[in-house]
């Protein structure tokens, strides 16, 4: 006879739960699906970046991603919310957010329409700066530039009225009429 270590009821019953889930498929893709967590790595939490290009780097713990990826290759794809708007949706995993408004913002990146389950969402708070145009770079010419451009165009457009089309239009209806 074979004797069992003596076991408690407790730990019994929870042994045989897990062998009737276990065989009835439950568990295995769905407890694996609510072990992935997407996180944010870039940017940082509380971090000030360039309101003119906000790069977003992001990775999902649990998931086997080989070293180096740039896309999800799983199923559904990340719906990235900015201050609660939905601005992209997208299976890249390193992208930018071009001319966001200088000022604090809330990022929240969602995993949808996966197939195998889902993944905790990642939120990450950060502000956006706008910069200086670089030294050198001048706006102060726009104006002259601009009122260039208006009298050129112009003055071409005037030349063209008053002496191209007024040949194109006599040459059709100065001709001498035809006999059938």
């Known amino acids: 006879m074979i004797a069992l270590p003596a076991l408690a009821p407790r730990t019994v019953a929870q042994a045989l739960l897990l062998v009737w889930l276990g065989l009835l498929g439950l568990g295995g893709p769905a407890q694996a699906a609510a072990a992935l967590q997407i996180r944010i790595i870039q940017p940082a939490p509380g971090a000030t970046v360039d309101a003119a290009t906000v790069p ?3 990775t999902v713990d649990g998931a086997a991603l080989p070293a180096g990826a740039t ?10 919310r900015l201050d609660g708007q939905d601005v992209v949706q997208t299976r890249a995993l390193r992208f930018a ?3 966001v408004a200088p000022g604090p913002h809330r ?8 197939p195998a389950g889902s993944a905790a969402p990642a939120e990450v ?3 956006a700066q706008g910069h200086a145009p670089p030294a050198g770079t001048t706006w102060a010419l726009a104006g002259p ?6 009298l050129l165009i112009g003055g071409l457009l005037v ?5 191209v089309r007024p040949q194109q239009a006599a040459a059709v209806y100065d001709e001498e009429p035809r006999e059938p």
């Open 159 to 163: 030349g063209w009225l008053r002496w």
């Open 97 to 99: 957010l071009l001319a």
């Open 145 to 150: 530039v601009a009122a260039l451009a208006v």
């Open 125 to 127: 708070a950060f502000t």
């Open 71 to 80: 896309q999800w290759t799983a199923g559904g794809g990340f719906h990235v």
């Open 107 to 114: 990022l929240r990146v969602t995993l949808e329409d996966d």
């Open 56 to 58: 977003i780097e992001l």
